[in-house]
């Protein structure tokens, strides 16, 4: 490899690593996180909204699942998840 190879190399891992960084800090909106939701679980969507808690805003989505549950899930505008419960 010339040293010119090697630094356009380095400037593209660097691209690289520079744009997944900011998609991996970026949030998601509402609209996102219950299509992330419906894919995972399947059925219809109850309720969906945004609340802030101690300053985190976080997603809170109800989809009645075609196994006829109700599965509830917080999803923080940051990406993270929380909570799994389900109810019948």
Same mark, same amino acid.
């Given at each position: 490899? *010339? ?5 356009? %190399? ?18 998601? %909106? ?19 909204? *945004? @609340? ?23 999803? @923080?505008?940051?990406?993270? @998840? @929380?909570? %799994?419960?389900?109810?019948?």
């Amino acid at each position: 490899m *010339t040293n010119r190879t090697r630094f356009i %190399s380095k400037m593209l891992l660097c691209a690289l690593l520079l744009v997944s960084s900011l998609y991996a800090n970026a949030d998601i %909106s509402l609209d996102q996180a219950v299509e992330q939701e419906k894919q995972r679980v399947g059925g219809r969507v109850i309720k969906a909204e *945004t @609340r802030e808690r101690n300053g985190v805003r976080i997603h809170n989505i109800r989809i009645l699942g075609k196994d006829g549950k109700v599965h509830r899930k917080q999803i @923080r505008a940051n990406g993270k @998840r @929380r909570g %799994s419960g389900e109810r019948r």
